[in-house]
């Protein structure tokens, strides 16, 4: 089992930053693929970006390709997704998951994940 809690959102201006951490319970989460993912009012969960275990590969959704990026500290138990050049349409509630440790690689569907945090707010200003 793996508890995570996520923080870091608020409310900014468009073309501002935020960076979002998650922090994992437990000793496996550097056997986990993790992920982030969003859910906007009346729309449905949408993968954001993931990262494999070592931090080595990562994958991310062409909305925020090159505006987003993912990282992760194995020592210190957290995810991080560091939001540069934000955007309204970005505002949505973030979510990070973690797989099981029989994971391997990166993964991208929801389906995929087995926890998941409870989510922290990200509003973004026009």
């Known amino acids: 089992q793996v508890q995570l809690v996520e923080s870091g959102g608020g409310l900014v201006q468009a073309g501002g930053s935020l960076r979002l951490s998650c922090a994992a319970s437990g000793r496996t989460f550097s056997s986990r693929a993790m992920g982030w993912f969003r859910q906007a009012p009346g729309k449905e969960r949408e993968f954001v970006s993931t990262?494999?275990?070592?931090?080595?590969?990562?994958v991310y959704a062409d909305s925020v390709k090159g505006r987003f990026t993912i990282s992760r500290d194995n020592a210190k138990n957290t995810l991080y997704l560091q939001m540069n050049s934000l955007k309204p349409e970005d505002t949505a509630v973030y979510y990070c998951?973690?797989?099981?440790?029989?994971?391997?690689?990166?993964?991208?569907?929801?389906?995929?994940?087995?926890?998941w945090g409870q989510g922290t707010q990200v509003t973004v200003s026009s």
């Open positions: 990262v494999n275990k070592s931090g080595g590969s990562t």
């Open positions: 998951a973690a797989t099981l440790p029989s994971w391997s690689g990166t993964a991208t569907y929801a389906r995929n994940y087995n926890f």
